[in-house]
């Protein structure tokens, strides 16, 4: 029983490392590949050991990008900017918006509530290339093209939904008894949804949030057509890196572990919430 018992755990070990080997090595790869030339990058076979250079980060942030068809002004930085204001900016509104309307959707039970419920769901699996040429005009037409207002107002399509969804399950989780205790105490129903149900449900907001926060950020068809080069996002910025004189492989694996570490450092700030907020309802009694 012991050798068997060795013998399952040595298994068991054996492949959770073949696991986070197969899931972790193209993010170390391109962790690596950031510190590397394109000539370095290129050589074949692949050297694990080589001389690190910081001229892909340099230049990113001074964004002057050197090739062999000479040196471009890349605005790197500026769409990095431009993606924590549209990502930051749209789920705030979107949470303003979603939160309250999550909680009618949950509590108050209304002719057609799971018809408009389920509309605004609609919205969130529709393809983008869908809705992208009645958008494009109708933005023409209002001159909110090319403008962040309109870029964030486009992204509710994809915040919205998410939230208004994934929070309304976090109200209907929540005993609806404590907060009539809570009306009949004399309490307004405004005051209850700010101090009962808002707490309760906070992890779940938060959770909401940060997975709103990830796809707004991963955008990338939406401001490709809807907004110039000084106000698209970093997703978008990137086909900078694709120049005459070839792709500047270094760059864009430095350009993807600037862009990632935004996100990554929220996602653990708010590990915790996240997995209380996806947890939360889980198991029912």
Same mark, same amino acid.
């Given at each position: 029983?012991?050798t068997?018992?060795?013998?399952e755990?040595?298994?068991?070990?054996?492949?959770l490392?073949?696991?986070?080997?197969?899931?972790?090595?193209?993010i170390?790869?391109?962790?690596?590949?950031?510190?590397?030339?394109?000539?370095?990058?290129?050589r074949?076979?692949?050297?694990?050991?080589f001389?690190?250079?910081?001229?892909?980060?340099?230049?990113?942030i001074?964004?002057?990008?050197?090739?062999?068809?000479?040196?471009l002004d890349?605005?790197?930085?500026?769409?990095?900017?431009?993606?924590?204001?549209?990502?930051?900016?749209?789920?705030?509104?979107?949470?303003?918006?979603?939160?309250?309307?999550?909680?009618a959707?949950?509590?108050?039970?209304?002719?057609?509530?799971?018809?408009?419920?389920?509309t605004?769901?609609?919205?969130?699996?529709?393809?983008?290339?869908?809705v992208?040429?009645?958008?494009t005009?109708?933005?023409?037409?209002?001159?909110?093209?090319?403008?962040?207002?309109?870029? $964030?107002w486009?992204?509710q399509?994809?915040? #919205?939904?998410?939230? %208004?969804?994934?929070? /309304?399950?976090y109200? @209907?989780?929540? !005993?609806a008894?404590?907060?009539?205790?809570?009306?009949i105490?004399?309490?307004?129903?405004?005051a209850?949804f700010?101090r009962?149900a808002?707490?309760?449900?906070?992890?779940?907001i938060?959770a909401?949030?940060?997975?709103?926060?990830?796809?707004?950020?991963?955008?990338?068809?939406?401001?490709?057509?809807?907004?110039?080069?000084?106000?698209?996002?970093?997703?978008?910025g990137?086909?900078?890196?694709v120049?005459?004189?070839?792709?500047?492989?270094?760059?864009?694996?430095?350009? $993807?572990?600037?862009?990632?570490?935004?996100? #990554?450092?929220l996602? %653990?700030?708010?590990? /915790?919430y996240?997995? @209380?907020?996806? !947890?939360?309802?889980?198991?029912?009694?």
């Amino acid at each position: 029983m012991e050798t068997t018992s060795t013998l399952e755990k040595t298994l068991r070990l054996l492949a959770l490392t073949l696991v986070v080997i197969f899931f972790m090595f193209p993010i170390v790869w391109i962790f690596l590949m950031s510190f590397q030339t394109n000539e370095t990058i290129l050589r074949i076979p692949p050297q694990v050991i080589f001389e690190p250079t910081l001229s892909n980060y340099t230049a990113l942030i001074t964004g002057k990008l050197t090739s062999a068809a000479g040196t471009l002004d890349i605005a790197f930085m500026k769409n990095l900017g431009n993606s924590v204001f549209l990502s930051v900016t749209s789920v705030a509104l979107a949470l303003v918006l979603g939160v309250p309307a999550a909680y009618a959707f949950a509590r108050h039970k209304f002719k057609g509530s799971e018809d408009i419920a389920f509309t605004l769901l609609s919205f969130r699996f529709a393809p983008p290339l869908l809705v992208l040429l009645p958008l494009t005009q109708y933005f023409q037409w209002l001159g909110l093209a090319n403008t962040y207002i309109g870029l $964030i107002w486009v992204y509710q399509l994809i915040c #919205l939904p998410l939230i %208004l969804w994934i929070v /309304r399950g976090y109200f @209907e989780d929540i !005993s609806a008894d404590v907060e009539y205790a809570y009306r009949i105490a004399g309490h307004s129903w405004f005051a209850t949804f700010r101090r009962i149900a808002l707490p309760l449900a906070g992890p779940g907001i938060a959770a909401a949030g940060l997975l709103a926060f990830i796809f707004a950020w991963n955008n990338f068809v939406f401001a490709l057509v809807l907004a110039s080069a000084d106000k698209q996002p970093v997703t978008v910025g990137a086909l900078a890196f694709v120049t005459s004189s070839g792709i500047q492989y270094g760059q864009i694996a430095a350009a $993807i572990v600037l862009s990632v570490t935004p996100t #990554l450092a929220l996602a %653990l700030y708010a590990q /915790r919430y996240l997995v @209380e907020g996806l !947890s939360l309802g889980a198991v029912k009694g």
